[in-house]
């Protein structure tokens, strides 16, 4: 009962929203009614909490290729059967499958310690027994480069760079075993991406093997590990460390996409996709990367059937399987339009956490790019911000430019708008691809605020008349 109150007020704040309907942005009819239910629904309810422990304690962590994937796979279909959609369907899509095996890293000069370690995704073993080898620390690519020849040759090269922002810090973390090869390194370790640890070690994907350089183990130390070991390194003190690993890479295996559809009154051919990744990495529980996004994406469709509301456009889910490393499933679903995205209006994937949500970004691609069409993103902001409203009670009517996740990039580059669900993101990080990322760290509460964001979005994409991009 304590977590329900506060939404009480909640309720009360989004029943004074304003009535004007956004018509600028297309609507034929008001929606605040429609809005008022789905976030009325969505915060009174637990079903969500349900789902999500339904799919992390129930089955656990979800790598690429494995059964526990599979298991989840089934799981979602079953549970969007269930929910009562009116199309459930699994799609195929051949997908890598990397094994961790048993992994261990030991400093073991100037003192033994054991040092908290997760191999990176891609990476090789090492051969039998191991590699026992000089650490030398470096605070970046310019440093490393910037050593003498045959500096690192034969050693481990250690990347201890601190986290500024994730697209920027974890390039050493995909790029860093390359570099290190080139210069004649035997592994690489990485300092962990991310801003927080409990000597938590963060693993997460390299970047494929070059067929020009030398295939080198890399694993992820935790923050005070690499911290500890570049202090002395810095002293002038000889760091040796024992790295040893039995990854390997077996041959692709055949998972599904999950696709479950609320068929549209009007327009059922006209789709409007929201969804997240199935798949997390082999540690943990994929909780906030990306559990919730799956559950809230089922979430807003499930509501949609249980109020008996029917948008004019078809709404469509789909988990996909692999983004983790490598977007097999997202491949697999942008090949089967074939190359044809007009009929697909909007997608949406919330791939950014749980916590708190604060609004959505949106950004449109000029066919065929990676590049952004200036005028359509302009055109799909305003329209957006006029939709925004409906979500001011929930703190979530922000919106910006530059939406897009690594799922619906594909879909972007055929002209559809991309949206993400921006959350606060104040605490995903220090979670973020470790043993920690699991069920505990998700607020029931703002769980329940992303479905009533992610539902009355989807709906009013779904519900308009023209389309996010389209002139006036």
Known sequence: M??????????????????????????ERPIRD?????????????????????????????????ESLDRAVAWAAAAMREDGLDVVRLQ???????????????????RPSKLAMLGLGRSVGTPPGGITAEVVPVGSFAELDSLPAGAVRGRIVLYDVPFTRYGETVEYRWSGAARA?????????????????????????????????????????????????????????TVRVHLEMHARTLPDVISHNVIGEVRGRERPREVVVVGGHLDSWDVGQGAQDDGGG????????????????????????VLWVNEEYGTAGAKAYADSLHGDGRLHVAAIESDNGVERPTGFDVAVYRAGTDSTDTLRTRRAVASLREIAPLLAGLG????????????????????????????????????????????????????????AALATIVYALAEMSGTLASSR
Request: glycine residues 8%; charged residues 20%; proline residues 7%.
């Open 181 to 237: 090869a080139a210069r004649g390194a035997v592994a690489a370790l990485v300092r962990s991406v991310g801003p927080a640890s409990l000597r938590s070690p963060h693993t997460g994907a390299m970047a494929p093997y070059a067929d020009s350089l030398p295939r080198i183990p890399a694993a992820a130390v935790s923050i005070e590990d690499a911290a500890m070991m570049h202090r002395l390194y810095r002293r002038g003190v």
């Open 34 to 66: 429609v809005a008022q239910k789905l976030v009325g629904a969505a915060l009174t309810s637990d079903h969500a909490t349900l789902r999500l422990s339904q799919l992390c304690d129930g089955i656990g962590n979800r790598i690429s290729g494995s």
């Open 92 to 110: 195929a899509a051949k997908v890598p499958r990397w094994v961790r095996g048993n992994e261990h890293a030991e400093m073991v000069e100037p």
């Open 396 to 451: 979530a009517d922000r919106v910006g430019d530059g939406g897009g996740e690594a799922d619906i990039n594909a879909l972007m580059r055929l002209g559809v708008p991309g949206l993400s669900l921006r959350t606060t993101m104040e605490h995903y990080f220090d979670w973020h691809h470790t043993e920690a990322d699991m069920v505990d760290k998700v607020d029931p509460v703002e769980l329940r605020k992303n479905v």
């Open 294 to 317: 799956c559950v809230i994406a089922m979430e807003a469709l499930r509501l949609m059937k249980q109020l008996g509301i029917k948008p004019r456009r078809t709404v469509r889910c």
């Open 2 to 27: 304590a977590a329900i109150l506060p939404l009480v007020g909640l309720l009360a704040v989004l029943a004074g929203a304003p009535a004007r309907p956004p018509a600028q942005a297309g609507l």
